[in-house]
């Protein structure tokens, strides 16, 4: 059974940068039928798309955010990681890693999903 | 971007009735070439993450009761419970994949 599990601080200070891990557990993140995401939803909001890594190093990224955005993957660690910098209270949510299903070559859909951690930007 | 608008925002339905579910797109996510439409569902309880419960609009993902159904085509769809139960509550949200990847703000169901 395939599990994603986030890991990382809990408590980011305004103006740094949050970092977050997500390892992946019962599958091998160098599959070709899928893209890794992140996705993530403000305290009592929607859900809003960060972005998409494949395992080669191709990603996707929401425009909205793309400019304080870097994503990385780890292929032997089986993980894939978030960098969001220059984070302000707005950044404050719950973020999760999916795994994203591909179809000819483009990513769709997200089928598993991590539990989640609550990342808070506070001083 | 395209904008996904899901009505009602909270819908209270008894045990064993239909409940039904609203999304509309501001633009078709139709892709012609395929005839696909490029629209999820998601349910999600409370302290869990999103489960995905309908993909290509319609395709029930492996292991989703049967109760649960997707329809619609273009910009407006639906998703239907055709007998609530007590474990269905929850928030439901829409997701297009046509361009980029947008969600709806969200339906939150409930027992009546």
């Known amino acids: 059974q395939l599990q994603l599990q986030e890991s990382g601080p809990g408590l980011v200070k305004p103006s740094e940068t949050l970092s977050l891990t997500c390892t992946v557990s019962?599958?091998?993140?160098?599959?070709?039928?899928?893209?890794w995401g992140w996705i993530r939803q403000p305290p009592g909001k929607g859900l809003e798309w960060i972005g998409s890594?494949?395992?080669?190093?191709?990603?996707y990224y929401n425009p909205s955010l793309k400019s304080r955005v870097t994503l990385s993957v780890d292929t032997s660690k089986n993980q894939f990681s978030l960098k969001l910098s220059s984070v302000t209270a707005a950044d404050t949510a719950v973020y999760y890693c999916?795994?994203?299903?591909?179809?000819?070559?483009?990513?769709?859909?997200?089928?598993?999903w991590g539990q989640g951690t609550l990342v808070t930007v506070s001083s | 971007d395209i904008v996904m608008t899901q009505s009602p925002d909270s819908l209270a339905v008894s045990l064993g009735e239909r409940a039904t579910i609203n999304c509309k797109s501001s633009?078709?996510?139709?892709?012609?070439?395929?005839?696909?439409?490029?629209l999820g569902w998601y349910q999600q309880k409370p302290g869990q993450p999103p489960k995905l419960l309908i993909y290509?609009?319609?395709t029930r993902e492996s292991g989703v009761p049967d109760r649960f159904s997707g329809s619609g085509s273009g910009t407006d769809f639906t998703l239907t419970i055709s007998s609530l139960q007590a474990e269905d509550v929850a928030v439901y949200y829409c997701?297009?994949?046509?361009?980029?990847?947008?969600f709806g703000q969200g339906t939150k169901l409930e027992i009546k």
């Open positions: 997701q297009q994949y046509y361009s980029s990847y947008t």
């Open positions: 633009q078709s996510v139709l892709y012609r070439s395929n005839n696909k439409n490029y």
């Open positions: 999916a795994r994203h299903v591909v179809v000819a070559g483009i990513p769709y859909y997200f089928d598993y």
């Open positions: 290509w609009a319609s």
């Open positions: 890594m494949y395992y080669s190093g191709t990603t």
């Open positions: 019962g599958g091998s993140i160098s599959s070709s039928s899928y893209y």
